[in-house]
Structure formats: structure tokens, C-alpha cells
């Protein structure tokens, strides 16, 4: 089983950056993707960024295109999200994530292992 430590959230002005790091450890060996996902109090969970381990390619929501930034360590067990140009939509507490089949190589489907979250609030 994969173990995944979130850190680097905290609270930020509109406008500014956070860097999000997460840690895997345990039964990384065959991971396809790690990723990123939200949820916001009163929402469902919703992905942020993906990243597909083997190829470093990425994806991202809608919503964070252009802002948000998924990169991996040259150990590929460490993921990033740099977040630029913060609003206060962005507000929520942000999961790791870790897939282990094809289904999430491009899309948010097919991660099934999550973090303890780490909360990001934007203030205006």
C-alpha cells in the first residue's frame, strides 16, 4: 500500500503563490499517475492536475489552466503543485493522490489512494 504526506498549504492573499508538496512512500514501484484534487466546504471533491509518472505528461481542470503548475521529482515518487495567481475560489483542502491503472494517465479517473489533505485558503 502507498503511504502519501501532503504539505506547503497555509493561508495566502488573492493573487499570491503556494507550492504544494506530497511525499509517496510504501508500494510505489508500479504507480501510473499522481495527481491533485480539491474539495471546497458544501462541494464534491474535484481534480486540480494529474500527472502520468512514466511519460511526466500532465493535465489540469479547467479552472486551473494557466495558474497551476504539476511536476514531478527525478525520483517520481514526489509530486508538486505550484499555484500562481491564488483566488479565493481556490479555497479548499487539497488531497494528494496515486493511481495504479491506465484509467488515470489523462483524466481524473483511476486514482484510488489519497492523502490526509492539506488546507489552502485564499483571502480577499
Known amino acids: 500500500q502507498v503511504q502519501l504526506a501532503e504539505s506547503g498549504g497555509g493561508p495566502v492573499q488573492t493573487g499570491g503563490s503556494l507550492r504544494l508538496s506530497c511525499a509517496a512512500s510504501?508500494?510505489?514501484?508500479?504507480?501510473?499517475?499522481m495527481g491533485w484534487f480539491r474539495q471546497a466546504p458544501g462541494k464534491e471533491r474535484e481534480g486540480v492536475a494529474g500527472i502520468y509518472i512514466a511519460r511526466s505528461s500532465t493535465y489540469y481542470a479547467d479552472s486551473v489552466k494557466g495558474r497551476f503548475t504539476i511536476s514531478q521529482d527525478n525520483d517520481k515518487t514526489t509530486v508538486y503543485l505550484q499555484m500562481n495567481s491564488l483566488k479565493p475560489e481556490d479555497t479548499a483542502m487539497y488531497y494528494c493522490?496515486?493511481?495504479?491503472?491506465?484509467?488515470?494517465?489523462?483524466?481524473?479517473?483511476?486514482?484510488?489512494?489519497w492523502g490526509q489533505g492539506t488546507q489552502v485558503t485564499v483571502s480577499s
Open positions: 510504501g508500494y510505489t514501484y508500479s504507480m501510473y499517475c
Open positions: 493522490a496515486a493511481g495504479y491503472g491506465p484509467g488515470c494517465r489523462f483524466s481524473f479517473g483511476g486514482f484510488g489512494y
